[in-house]
């Protein structure tokens, strides 16, 4: 994470009260956005290798239907969504989750936005993504089909 200046969050509450005030963000597992924002900020489909018009990040807007959920346990389903790729073995070492706005326009296979004009906002700690993954753990039911750490699928019967 060396040579970005962005700051970064270090409780889950910033990220929370970022989510109230501000306009739509989103969370990008990656290198980062130096690495990202070089030359052409695409993603690129695991499956055909075939590029996307834009980076691959999920969603912290909270949901209309959502709003009877704190919004912490919201914000901590999104942020473990895709924490797979920080663990995942055929990922760089170095992955780690960053704010960022920007444009979405269109989904990629896995039906997650796809973003350009992307301004990084922050990079978020990994003291944010193990409160995050404390309050997850704390939940009962099933996450649903996507790939996810077995840890946050107590309850699933797959």
Known sequence: M?????PTYTTLDQ?????????????RWSRGPQADLEG?????????????????????????????????LWVSRRLCDYIHLR?????PDDVH????KGEEI??????EPLVRDVEPVAWIADSVIAEAERMVARQSGEWGP???PTRF????KG
């Open 153 to 156: 699928t107590r309850g699933s």
């Open 97 to 100: 989750p960053w704010v960022l």
């Open 2 to 6: 060396a040579g970005q200046r962005l």
């Open 146 to 148: 996507l790939h996810r």
């Open 15 to 27: 990220l929370v009260e970022l989510i109230e005030e501000g306009p739509a963000v989103f969370v």
């Open 40 to 72: 052409s900020p695409v993603s690129r489909d695991g499956l055909t290798g075939m590029e996307m018009p834009g980076l691959s990040a999920n969603p912290l807007v909270f949901e209309e239907w959502a709003k009877d959920l704190p919004t912490a």
């Open 87 to 91: 663990d995942d073995d055929r990922g």
């Open 106 to 111: 269109g989904r990629g296979p896995d039906n």
